[in-house]
């Protein structure tokens, strides 16, 4: 007898010749278990009465499947490309870079299922208007190979960018900046608190950026999507938004780190179950012409996690000079060096408000709660009302909202008495809830008004009521004219007799 994970699978009788061995083969379809550890148990029972049985653990292998993808050069001499892991393993992949037939770098990269890496390799020897073959070779430990190649002639142009070098300049870091006429020179990029060392800010305690260790983690978190826009002016506001699913088994107390040219800005926590994913968005002010953005995700029982970062190109270059003087067309946001950060703050946070908080209502008639709701990213909310019965509203569950917009909450109540109603909303992309209270007292009915959903019997109540109004407006009209009528006779006697 044969058993999977406590399960009998199979089940044969066999003759076996005295001090002889038999072979057998059972096959067995793992398709389930791809992936997966699973115990297999064998089971022997002789017919003379002996029994033995043995079990080993077996790991199923999963779908192995890599992709190399968008190749290309960029500010003519930094390769960039993609792998992504197509498979159901999280592997660990080995790459190589060839030009021209040559291996210029060899290097290795940890990958978790359905994750991609962008990778970034500088090169300064092409030469202008030479043609080169540039390969990327890439194999998964767990199988699978892949490969991508272009062809590509090396301009004499440049485009202005940041690169990935650092000193220290007094308390700040500088970082290597690329002008389009390919010259470069270093900008003040992050003033440290505690003083700088090595190219980097001498760390805060709970505020320095935390390396990423993927591998043997067993976090399971992996960042589906990762997005910052690009072409939002210095000073405006802007934000960075990823998608984080839940690839483990167990449940994730998580959290998501941003971190804005190298400095901390915040946290979301939030709680992830195996399988869900979550949307987190984190709002900030564009600091410049160009900058860093940067998210660490991982869960408190980890200790060590994943990391997303983008350098990013804002819709206007800022000027500065570096003189410590704020001069005309320098701001704080451009140009920290010179210029003091402004006393107020410029973001604008998501806010819901709800009027009117109290009101009186008649029995059987409407009125209106306004929910006004400000976001100044494109984002969902939800709206629940809770406190009366719910055939006694009327509103939209979902609003999108996208800088300020105004929902309506219709209250028809049924039944007079005091009530508390509670306005709930949630901005789905940020996480954020909100909630407020509406008081309302519901009085008896006006008696001279047909309580709405009468029907039948109220049109004919209404319709004879306004019948009798207009007898009675005919009436007096008929009144004043009679009585016009013989004060003019009299008059006219009284010309005529004279």
Request: hydrophobic letters at 30%; one cysteine or more.
């Amino acid at each position: 007898m044969i058993f999977v994970d406590d399960s009998k699978e199979r089940e044969a009788d066999i003759f076996i010749d005295m001090d002889s061995t038999r072979k057998v083969v059972f096959s067995f379809d793992f398709d389930d278990y791809e992936g997966e550890k699973v115990n297999i148990r064998v089971r022997a029972e002789a017919g003379c009465g002996d029994i033995d049985e043995e079990d080993i653990d077996y790991t199923v292998p999963g779908e192995c499947e890599i992709d190399v993808y968008n190749l290309m050069v960029e500010d003519d001499d930094e390769i960039i490309f993609k792998i992504k892991n197509r498979g159901d393993l999280d592997t660990r992949v080995d790459y190589s870079i060839f030009i021209d037939g040559y291996e210029e770098e060899e290097d290795d990269i940890y990958i978790y299922e359905g994750d991609s890496k962008t990778i970034r390799f500088e090169f300064d020897d092409l030469e202008y208007g030479k043609t080169y073959i540039i390969e990327v070779k890439a194999e998964a430990r767990c199988g699978d190979r892949d490969n991508a190649k272009i062809s590509y002639t090396k301009s004499h142009e440049c485009s202005g960018r940041y690169i990935e070098s650092y000193r220290c300049s007094g308390s700040w870091v500088q970082k290597l900046y690329r002008n389009t006429d390919c010259t470069v020179e270093w900008r003040y990029w992050q003033l440290c608190s505690f003083g700088c060392s090595d190219g980097k800010c001498v760390g805060e305690p709970g505020q320095g950026i935390p390396d990423s260790k993927p591998e043997g983690s067993g976090c399971g978190l992996v960042i589906s999507s990762f997005e910052v826009p690009s072409g939002i002016h210095a000073g405006e506001p802007s934000h960075v938004s990823a998608v984080i699913r839940n690839s483990g088994t167990s449940t994730k107390d998580a959290y998501m780190d941003v971190f804005l040219n190298g400095g901390y800005l915040g946290r979301k926590s939030f709680v992830l179950s195996p399988g869900s994913s979550t949307t987190k968005v984190w709002n900030y002010l564009v600091p410049g012409d160009a900058y860093n953005i940067r998210i660490f995700v991982s869960s408190h029982d980890c200790g060590t996690g994943i990391s997303r970062e983008k350098s990013v190109t804002s819709g206007t270059t800022g000027t500065c000079n570096y003189n410590q003087v704020c001069e005309e067309g320098e701001t704080w946001h451009s140009c920290p060096y010179d210029c003091e950060k402004p006393e107020h703050d410029y973001q604008k946070p998501t806010s819901v408000v709800v009027s009117p908080r109290s009101m009186d209502v008649s029995l059987y008639k409407s009125k209106v709660i306004s929910v006004k709701i400000g976001s100044f990213i494109k984002q969902d909310f939800t709206m629940s009302v809770e406190g009366v019965p719910q055939d006694w509203l009327s509103y939209n569950p979902v609003i999108n909202v996208e800088g300020e917009k105004t929902a309506y909450v219709f209250v028809n109540p049924k039944e007079k008495g005091s009530y508390t109603l509670v306005v709930r909303t949630k901005a789905v992309g940020e996480g954020l809830n909100f909630a407020e209270d509406v008081r309302i007292f519901v009085a008896q009915e006006d008696v001279s008004h047909v309580p709405d959903g009468d029907g039948i019997t109220g049109m004919v109540v209404g319709f004879f009521t306004n019948i009798y109004t207009i007898i009675i407006l005919i009436i007096i009209a008929a009144a004043v004219l009679a009585w016009y009528s013989v004060n003019y006779l009299r008059e006219e006697d009284k010309v005529r007799f004279e």
